[in-house]
Nanobody, 115 residues
Framework: QVQLVESGGGLVQPGGSLSLSCAAS????????MGWYRQAPGKERELVST???????NYADFAEGRFTISRDNAGNTVYLQMGSLKPAATAVYYC?????????WGQGTQVTVSS
């Protein structure tokens, strides 16, 4: 099973930016799609963004225009660039790799948006 390791989380002030990385133990082009989800305290895990093997991206409404998902050409890392962050973005952010109906998850990285 693929291992996914997220990094880049931390404390950022409202309006600030943060870039997350997800390092995969195998080539991400082996998967149908890679993505980012988040889970805030007391809430269900929700989709942030995905990128499929063809490069098509998808964003949740709250992420559209402020977040950007990308990947490296070496095929092992997926990124999530987040801007204009609001306190509501505070959550654990998880990387996921999907192959057909099966998804693998990382351990998550904490993002806290606070002054």
């Amino acid at each position: 099973q693929v291992q996914l390791v997220e990094s880049g989380g931390g404390l950022v002030q409202p309006g600030g930016s943060l870039s997350l990385s997800c390092a995969a133990s195998e080539n991400i082009f082996n998967f149908n799609a890679m993505g980012w989800y988040r889970q805030a305290p007391g809430k269900e895990r929700e989709l942030v963004s995905t990128i499929n093997v063809g490069g098509t991206t998808n964003y949740a409404d709250f992420a559209e225009g402020r977040f950007t998902i990308s990947r490296d050409n070496a095929g092992n890392t997926v990124y999530l660039q987040m801007g204009s962050l609001k306190p509501a973005a505070t959550a654990v952010y998880y990387c996921t790799a999907r192959l057909l109906s099966r998804s693998s998850w990382g351990q998550g990285t904490q993002v806290t948006v606070s002054s």
